[in-house]
């Protein structure tokens, strides 16, 4: 289970809601219309639990967590 | 030849690869490949089409295999012509090797309002065109091809189809679809989405196309120009291709060149023939400029005095941020102002969205308002445009909101000088626009 | 009586949720999760009220009953309203536990039959269960049912509407380090 992980959005999906950026502020912030702006690069072990929740929490499913195993 | 070029179509080919007798020709005199020699004669018949390139070359079977013509393709180094200039033979070795049943998309659907390369091909060689969509239906191993097709010449190619099945030359089943009407429907997605499930908008990737496309299945999306340089390479061989353009970019590629020039329209072109050149192609100049767009709607403003002597390719527009794109060649006169007409632009693609990703419905709206206050003088901060620009692009499913922010950043960089008038409150344009824009969707 | 309160409130919520309803110590999230924790809570009541009411000496339900509706010979409308309820109770929970394994159409399609275990829960808490002559039984009976409806009113009326409003197109500061 070890590698990088990112948030990766699904723009159609995406409606705007906002939860994800209410329960991992550190890894995501809104744009001026609401829509989620993901930060950059890998995601810091400490902040991992923050970004399950916001996936779990989605009411579209539109945010996933990517994982580059680094086996391949 | 004194025989019939139909029978001899329906011959397996044996004649080898590559008809050198071709390179003996200066290169320039290559040109126009794709194209006719003059225009107006109306689109070849296949009759006319097999005299004047020969018999299309078996692929399969007993004939070459599909393997050794992928090789030639790999040598030819040819490109998407679309707009995304992807290498064309690593696209179809990704399908061939997707999985089973795999599809061929053409698409014709040329979404860019200003282009028109992709209609006139269609309307004077289709048959190009759709030996081509043979020729990658036999490299992938797909035995169905669905052919979308602006609905200006959808006739054409419905006529040269039928042509081909009443000549017993068609192998593949070929479905002819009119192309849905608007700008992100030319999208590679877009167009897929359109031919499977009627709905002419990007989907998410992934799943890339190659992987599952139409209907689930690998899927070949291929630009109808690609497909017609794809249908010459198989005849004349790599070389004759490389023998036009420059080593990186090799072939001929149309561009459509509008704006004020003394004979606007598609040309065909060698990739690295310097701008001026290619201007000089429509007849020249016919007024004096102060910029370019180039590559389409979506593509890149540049000062005309940057531009002139640089090569018409990836690798020489590189220097001025700019790409050929999807062929469109611009040229704005210096009495039009290039703020009203970016401003035009921003509108446009941001009514042409597909409405599914909030950054672009939003984003490009905010954008489009914004421009339009700064071009009528009302408001002349950047601020805000800058900070819009940075947030939308990059955010939706598809390019369309990356394309309009790379045209709009190059705008602001370009028309500085007019910026800074319209921030007190003049604009230095006299005469109305110049870039053509459709005044509503067809219904 | 319990159960139906319980469950009247999740459906609120519920909308609550979808509407993106929020207030200052209330965010989305938390809306949403206590639309779920009232719903889980509510889903181990159901399990003792089914329990207890086969265990009961006095009716005879039996076990088939809680799964399949109108089985019961036992005021077989009644409990058989009940029984739906509590399958249809069932497919949401699952699918909701499930979530982000399906496809987010398949899970709503499922959760949507919510709308339709409430009524059988409803008629089911009036006919198996409780007699309208208390009052405090009629006063839950209407409250339920009128926060019920009220939710599912606001939800039919703002069909088509963002879920949030649009904040207001003002500089907002962004944390550092946060591009995209």
Same mark, same amino acid.
């Given at each position: 289970?070890?590698?990088?992980?990112?948030?990766?959005?699904?723009?159609?999906?995406?409606?705007?809601?906002?939860?994800?950026?209410?329960?991992?502020?550190?890894?995501?912030?809104?744009?001026?219309?609401?829509?989620?702006?993901?930060?950059?690069?890998?995601?810091?072990?400490?902040?991992?639990?923050?970004?399950?929740?916001?996936?779990?929490?989605?009411?579209?499913?539109?945010?996933?967590l990517v994982t580059e195993s680094k086996h391949g | 030849m004194s025989s019939d070029p139909l029978s001899e179509a329906r011959q397996p080919a044996s004649a080898p690869i590559g008809d050198l007798s071709l390179l003996d020709l200066e290169p320039r005199t290559q040109l126009p490949r794709l194209l006719p020699d003059s225009f107006g004669a109306g689109p070849l018949s296949l009759r006319e089409h097999l005299a004047k390139y020969g018999p299309l070359p078996a692929i399969g079977g007993r004939a070459r295999p599909a393997q050794e013509v992928l090789a030639e393709v790999e040598l030819a180094g040819l490109t998407g012509r679309g707009g995304a200039a992807f290498p064309t033979a690593r696209k179809l070795a990704a399908v061939a090797t997707a999985g089973p049943h795999p599809v061929v998309v053409v698409n014709g659907t040329?979404?860019?309002?200003?282009?028109?390369?992709?209609?006139?091909?269609?309307?004077?060689?289709?048959?190009?065109?759709?030996?081509?969509?043979?020729?990658?239906?036999?490299?992938?191993?797909?035995?169905?091809?669905?052919?979308?097709?602006?609905?200006?010449?959808?006739?054409?190619?419905?006529?040269?189809?039928?042509?081909?099945?009443?000549?017993?030359?068609?192998?593949?089943?070929?479905?002819?679809?009119?192309?849905?009407?608007?700008?992100?429907?030319?999208?590679?997605? &877009?167009?897929?989405?359109?031919?499977?499930?009627?709905?002419?908008?990007?989907?998410?990737?992934?799943?890339?196309?190659?992987?599952?496309?139409?209907?689930?299945?690998?899927?070949?999306?291929?630009? &109808?120009?690609?497909?017609?340089?794809?249908?010459?390479?198989?005849?004349?061989?790599?070389?004759?291709?490389?023998?036009?353009?420059?080593?990186?970019?090799?072939?001929?590629?149309?561009?459509?060149?509008?704006?004020?020039?003394?004979?606007?329209?598609?040309?065909?072109?060698?990739?690295?023939?310097?701008?001026?050149?290619?201007?000089?192609?429509?007849?020249?100049?016919?007024?004096?400029?102060?910029?370019?767009?180039?590559?389409?709607?979506?593509?890149?403003?540049?000062?005309?005095?940057?531009?002139?002597?640089?090569?018409?390719?990836?690798?020489?527009?590189?220097?001025?941020?700019?790409?050929?794109?999807?062929?469109?060649?611009? &040229?704005?006169?210096?009495?039009?102002?290039?703020?009203?007409?970016?401003?035009?632009?921003?509108?446009?693609?941001?009514?042409?969205?597909?409405?599914?990703?909030?950054?672009?419905?939003?984003?490009?709206?905010?954008?489009?308002?914004?421009?339009?206050?700064?071009?009528?003088?009302?408001?002349?901060?950047?601020?805000?445009?800058?900070?819009?620009?940075?947030?939308?692009?990059?955010?939706?499913?598809?390019?369309?909101?990356?394309?309009?922010?790379?045209?709009?950043?190059?705008?602001?960089?370009?028309?500085?000088?007019?910026?800074?008038?319209?921030?007190?409150?003049?604009?230095?344009?006299?005469?109305?626009?110049?870039?053509?824009?459709?005044?509503?969707?067809?219904? | 009586?319990?159960?139906?309160?319980?469950?009247?409130?999740?459906?609120?919520?519920?909308?609550?949720?979808?509407?993106?309803?929020?207030?200052?110590?209330?965010?989305?999230?938390?809306?949403?999760?206590?639309?779920?924790?009232?719903?889980?809570?509510?889903?181990?009541?159901?399990?003792?009220?089914?329990?207890?009411?086969?265990?009961?000496?006095?009716?005879?339900?039996?076990?088939?009953?809680?799964?399949?509706?109108?089985?019961?010979?036992?005021?077989?409308?009644?409990?058989?309203?009940?029984?739906?309820?509590?399958?249809?109770?069932?497919?949401?929970?699952?699918?909701?536990?499930?979530?982000?394994?399906?496809?987010?159409?398949?899970?709503?399609?499922?959760?949507?039959?919510?709308?339709?275990?409430?009524?059988?829960?409803?008629?089911?808490?009036?006919?198996?269960?409780?007699?309208?002559?208390?009052?405090?039984?009629?006063?839950?009976?209407?409250?339920?049912?009128?926060?019920?409806?009220?939710?599912?009113?606001?939800?039919?009326?703002?069909?088509?509407?963002?879920?949030?409003?649009?904040?207001?197109?003002?500089?907002?500061?962004?944390?550092?380090?946060?591009?995209?």
């Open positions: 289970m070890s590698g990088a992980s990112e948030l990766q959005v699904d723009a159609i999906a995406c409606d705007g809601r906002g939860l994800c950026a209410e329960v991992a502020p550190e890894l995501i912030a809104l744009d001026d219309w609401g829509f989620p702006i993901l930060r950059s690069g890998t995601i810091p072990a400490m902040l991992l639990p923050d970004a399950h929740e916001a996936v779990r929490l989605c009411p579209k499913l539109a945010l996933r | 040329e979404g860019e309002p200003a282009s028109a390369k992709d209609k006139v091909l269609l309307a004077t060689a289709p048959h190009l065109v759709l030996d081509g969509a043979e020729i990658g239906a036999r490299i992938v191993g797909a035995a169905e091809v669905v052919f979308v097709a602006h609905g200006a010449v959808v006739g054409a190619v419905q006529e040269a189809l039928s042509e081909r099945v009443a000549a017993g030359l068609n192998q593949l089943h070929v479905t002819v679809v009119p192309a849905a009407d608007g700008f992100v429907a030319g999208e590679a997605r &877009a167009v897929v989405n359109w031919a499977g499930m009627g709905r002419p908008v990007p989907t998410p990737s992934p799943p890339r196309l190659a992987k599952r496309g139409l209907a689930g299945r690998p899927t070949l999306v291929q630009n &109808a120009e690609t497909l017609a340089h794809l249908a010459l390479i198989v005849r004349r061989g790599a070389d004759w291709f490389r023998a036009v353009g420059t080593a990186d970019e090799p072939g001929s590629t149309l561009v459509t060149i509008i704006g004020a020039v003394a004979s606007p329209g598609v040309r065909e072109v060698a990739l690295g023939t310097p701008v001026a050149e290619v201007l000089a192609l429509a007849g020249g100049l016919s007024q004096p400029l102060q910029a370019l767009l180039l590559g389409g709607y979506f593509g890149t403003w540049v000062r005309w005095s940057e531009v002139g002597d640089l090569p018409f390719s990836a690798a020489g527009l590189a220097e001025v941020k700019a790409a050929p794109g999807a062929g469109l060649v611009a &040229a704005l006169p210096a009495d039009c102002c290039g703020v009203t007409e970016t401003a035009r632009l921003a509108r446009y693609l941001a009514d042409e969205s597909a409405g599914q990703c909030g950054p672009c419905v939003f984003g490009l709206d905010a954008i489009a308002a914004e421009l339009a206050a700064i071009a009528s003088g009302r408001d002349c901060r950047l601020t805000r445009l800058r900070r819009w620009l940075g947030q939308v692009a990059g955010r939706g499913a598809c390019a369309h909101p990356d394309g309009a922010v790379r045209m709009i950043r190059s705008a602001i960089d370009v028309f500085g000088a007019e910026l800074e008038l319209h921030s007190s409150g003049w604009c230095s344009g006299s005469r109305s626009h110049v870039l053509p824009l459709p005044l509503r969707r067809q219904p | 009586m319990v159960l139906l309160v319980l469950f009247s409130l999740v459906i609120v919520l519920g909308v609550a949720t979808r509407l993106g309803a929020s207030l200052r110590r209330w965010p989305q999230f938390a809306v949403a999760e206590l639309h779920r924790t009232l719903s889980l809570f509510g889903v181990a009541l159901l399990a003792l009220h089914v329990i207890t009411a086969i265990l009961d000496p006095y009716v005879t339900i039996g076990w088939a009953a809680t799964i399949a509706p109108f089985m019961s010979g036992y005021r077989t409308l009644a409990i058989g309203l009940g029984t739906l309820a509590i399958d249809v109770a069932g497919a949401v929970l699952i699918t909701s536990l499930f979530r982000t394994r399906l496809k987010y159409r398949a899970w709503r399609a499922v959760h949507w039959l919510a709308y339709l275990a409430w009524p059988a829960a409803f008629v089911h808490s009036l006919t198996a269960g409780g007699d309208l002559r208390y009052w405090w039984v009629a006063l839950i009976e209407c409250g339920s049912a009128a926060m019920v409806a009220t939710a599912v009113i606001t939800r039919l009326l703002s069909r088509g509407q963002r879920a949030t409003t649009l904040p207001p197109i003002q500089p907002k500061k962004l944390r550092s380090g946060l591009v995209r």
